[in-house]
């Protein structure tokens, strides 16, 4: 059977987060099974599944070539600005 | 008029098959799916049984021919071909009843989980009747042993009866499964039951008969 990577959205406004995995037949399973598994609790107002095998990742041996590059970079972060009042989720 | 007694006697018996499959299931996922199925039957029934009479007395300490569910939901598990497709009759059948009682608070809460559950025994029963030969000749057999008890649900909702056949043509026309032409039994609304009712009833009344009352 095939693994399904599950994104769930925890509310309007938000993203998909990473819920978890499972495994299931087809898609339209493994959609059903992700309702059951991690949205038990209201947590979801979306759910996505994704085959595992169609996420390609990063390697952890490639870490520093992808990620190290971007410490010494703080004018990247956006701490030059002052948050407008009533902004959530930025 | 939703009948409390014979619907939540349904939903308290089907409730405890679903429940058998729990550590048993073909996958973890499949466990807690049948589980959900179960947990939301259980609710509906212990709703309807409080209407009847008190909950606890009316599950433990009635015998067999003191209920009055109807005789498919406590034919058992058999297989996994079994178990959906006797889902798909019964869900089907009860989503409608449900539909057409919007002013009874469990069957408007209710209609919304029965979709669900008729959903979810569709997608299966098509993977089933489209998927292997095995699997194909599973459910073929599942719905021979079980469309004689179809009638039986029909007794007193004749008019939920088209728009139930409608949809499970549907559904059985696009897995491939013929309606078989077998002969109808009836029998459960009047207290006479298979005796697969008895054994179910012995291990869901069993803790009950040894420590009355017990809690935890």
């Known amino acids: 059977m095939t693994l399904w990577e599950v994104f769930v959205r925890p509310r309007r406004g938000l993203s998909h987060v990473h819920a978890g995995s499972l495994h299931a037949p087809d898609a339209e399973l493994a959609l059903r099974h992700a309702r059951d598994l991690f949205t038990r609790r209201q947590e979801g107002v979306s759910i996505w599944v994704v085959p595992a095998a169609e996420i390609t990742a990063s390697s952890p041996d490639e870490k520093d070539p992808f990620f190290a590059p971007a410490a010494d970079k703080p004018y990247r972060h956006p701490t030059f600005y002052d948050l407008p009042e009533g902004v959530k989720h930025l | ?216």
Not at chain 2, 69 to 90: G, K, M, S, W
Not at chain 2, 140 to 167: M, N
Request: hydrophobic share 40%.
């Open chain 2, 1 to 216: 008029m939703i009948d409390a007694l014979e619907i939540g006697d349904d939903c308290l018996v089907l409730s405890q098959r679903l429940a058998e499959w729990v550590t048993r299931a073909p996958t973890l996922e499949e466990d807690v799916a049948l589980a959900n199925l179960s947990l939301d039957l259980l609710g509906q029934a212990r709703a309807l049984l409080s209407r009847a009479g008190d909950e606890d007395d009316l599950a433990y300490l009635r015998g067999a021919s003191g209920f009055r569910n109807c005789l498919l939901v406590e034919q058992p598990n058999t297989d996994f071909a079994h178990t959906i497709v006797r889902h798909l009759l019964y869900a089907g059948f009860l989503f409608e009843l449900y539909a057409a009682h919007p002013e009874d608070e469990v069957a408007a809460k209710g209609v919304k989980e029965l979709a669900y559950h008729r959903d979810y025994a569709a997608l299966w029963t098509s993977r089933l009747g489209r998927g292997t030969e095995e699997s194909h000749r599973r459910a073929t057999e599942a719905l021979t042993a079980l469309w004689p008890f179809t009638d039986e649900l029909f007794e007193g909702h004749q008019d939920l009866r088209a728009p139930w056949q409608s949809w499970v043509t549907e559904v059985l026309e696009g897995a491939a499964l013929p309606v078989p032409a077998v002969a109808q039994r009836t029998g459960g609304r009047r207290g006479q039951h298979t005796a697969h009712l008895t054994s179910l009833l012995t291990e869901l009344q069993g803790l009950h008969r040894d420590h009355a009352g017990a809690t935890w």
